[in-house]
């Protein structure tokens, strides 16, 4: 049983690449973001990356340094989040907050200024 169930979980985590995830990064001309790989922590599975911040977020016409992305599976919305984006950092956006669902095919990820 156990067996199976880790196969499962591998063979869930290997459905998905980072290269099945496309990033719209509207904020490209302050923020380059690098992806890194998939992983599955504490029943979540992540978007690791690295994020550096090229110059404030007020040269991008946001209002503070809160960001948002937008995860869609197609054009359905499958989440949102805020996040801070003051100096470079490494970020892991979260695809699924239960790694045992199936992962979409492919995925995409839009990054702009926060609603503030």
């Given amino acids: ?34 992806k890194s790989d998939i992983v599955q922590r504490n029943n979540l599975t992540l978007l690791d990356t690295d994020i550096s911040i090229l110059q404030s977020l007020g040269y991008c016409g946001c209002k503070s340094a809160i960001a948002s992305y937008h995860l869609y599976s197609k054009e359905q919305h499958l989440r949102s989040e805020a996040i801070t984006l003051k100096s470079s950092t490494a ?21 702009s200024c926060g609603s503030n």
């Fill in 1 to 34: 049983m156990f067996i199976s169930n880790l196969i499962l979980i591998l063979l869930s985590a290997a459905a998905v690449d980072s290269s099945a995830i496309a990033i719209e990064n509207g904020l490209q001309q302050c923020v380059q973001i690098n």
């Fill in 91 to 111: 970020y892991s956006f979260v695809l699924a907050t239960d790694n045992k669902a199936p992962m979409p095919k492919a995925l995409r990820l839009q990054i």
